[in-house]
């Protein structure tokens, strides 16, 4: 089931398998070292999926200017189902209903631009190193 929350209406659970998740793919899957609670998700919407009391998915997104949403940490947790285009594709649903943004951008890993583009996301710099991975600025203008 998809799911779509301020960080105040998160029970602990959630918060809990949220931040597993995170862990899972950014630190264990990928082998990122980086500092996860950066204070950024007590302002964020938090859209995730849950199936048997585990986040299989996930994303988060924040306003960064009155009319621009940043969108991070997406990722999921099974790979090849579809479930990476659903929860984008449920989650743009959620932040334009919720935020009415102009624009919606994120920074994302280099090997996942195609899976942006889908969704109507463009590049818009030249590659950069983050966390020890490259990285580009994406936009979505709605």
């Known amino acids: 089931m998809f799911t779509a929350k301020y960080f105040d209406e998160l029970t602990a659970k959630e918060i809990y398998e949220i931040l597993k998740a995170r862990a899972a793919v950014f630190v264990v899957e990928q082998e990122i070292v980086y500092q996860d609670m950066d204070d950024k998700d007590y302002d964020s919407l938090h859209v995730f999926y849950e199936e048997d009391g585990k986040v299989t998915a996930y994303l988060r997104a924040f306003k960064v200017a009155p009319d621009v949403v940043k969108m991070g940490r997406v990722l999921t947790l099974e790979h090849g ?10 989650g743009l649903e959620e932040i334009k209903r919720k935020y009415s943004p102009e624009l919606i ?5 280099c090997h996942a631009i195609g899976f942006y583009e889908k969704a109507g996301f463009k590049v818009c710099s030249g590659e950069f190193l ?3 991975i490259m990285h580009v600025k994406m936009e979505l203008k709605l």
Not at 81 to 90: A, D, S, V
Not at 105 to 109: E, L, R
């Open 105 to 109: 951008t994120i920074d994302s890993q």
């Open 130 to 132: 983050e966390e020890g």
């Open 81 to 90: 189902k579809g479930l990476g285009g659903r929860l984008l594709n449920y």
